[in-house]
């Protein structure tokens, strides 16, 4: 079957602007997590749910980033103002449940530069 | 100090050689362990999962869990070309986010 999905694959921006990461997960998963890896790092977790709802947002650096899961499905990272530092790769993962258990499938990634 | 710590390497091994990637982890709450493997530009995949102490094996690999030292290890035996990636070991924190090490950069050539 798919695999998690992300969109788009490469992004590039001008510090200042406003981004969208999406994030389609595997059909029937109800956990979604964001991570983000910079070059050289393991990726470090930014926010997940569990259907519709943000379980955990502990991970997001600021108020300029911001997710949303409106339907339990897909899942959209909104960056605002971005900066330089906000440049590297935005990974979803998806999974059947939060226990620690159930594996996380991950996408390929979005890789954002901001200039 | 982080909460988990990797070798980032680089590793360089010859083919047929055995690979012996660790970490160690500060909490004590951890209590499920995984190493995933990276190829460039790709997503990390699970490779092994082990939640006790001991050894667990799959084929070429072996995933060993020291609880009392805080500290986990990976090895290959007969390591192969296509097992040049970067290995990445963590850990499942409460509502089962995971927590990574830097992952290890390994290469073997043929």
Redesign the interface.
Known sequence: GAG?SQTPSNKVTEKGKYVELRCDPISGHT?L?W?RQSL??????LI?FQGTGA??DS?LPNDRFFAVRPEGSVSTLKIQRTERGDSAVY?C?S?T?????????????TRLTVL | QKE?E?D?GPLSVPEGAIVSLNCTYSNSAF??FMW?RQYS??????LM?T?SSGNKEDGRFTAQVDKSSKYISLFIRDSQPSDSATY?C?M?AP?????????TELSVKP
């Open positions: 998690v956990a997590y991570y050289g790092q393991g990726p470090e977790f997940y379980a955990d991970g990974l993962a999974s449940g939060v226990g620690g258990t159930d594996t996380q499938y991950f996408g390929p990634g | 988990v990797q980032p209590q499920y995933y530009r790709k997503g990390p995949e699970l999962y939640y990445l963590a499942s509502g089962g986010k995971l927590i990574f090490g830097q992952g």
